[in-house]
């Protein structure tokens, strides 16, 4: 019994690699007594989109794609860790 080998095998493993995405991710501690929640996540946002920009993907098309904001009741005032990540099309 042998093996079949389709025509166009060696290309199969390369459709993944076509259709990967490039993420960049932003972590901080703030405090929003001195740094607005809002303000704070804008610019983890925007940090984490030219993160991934930075590695490689297409600006257009990066998406945040996830976002973590835990409260750190052991810091001083409303210390919060901040957490985004966003991914794009390879460039």
Not at 23 to 30: P, R
Request: proline share 4%; net charge negative; charged share 25%.
């Amino acid at each position: 019994a042998g093996v079949e080998r389709p025509e166009h095998a060696g290309c199969a493993n390369a459709i993944g690699s076509a259709i990967s995405k490039v993420s960049g991710a932003y972590e901080a501690l703030v405090d929003y007594d001195v740094t607005p929640r809002d303000e704070a996540l804008a610019a983890a946002r925007a940090a984490a989109v030219e993160a991934a920009v930075e590695a490689g993907a297409v600006r257009e098309t990066v998406e945040v794609i996830d976002a973590e904001d835990v409260p750190l009741a052991y810091y001083p005032g409303h210390t919060n860790r901040v957490k985004v990540k966003a991914a794009g099309d390879l460039a």
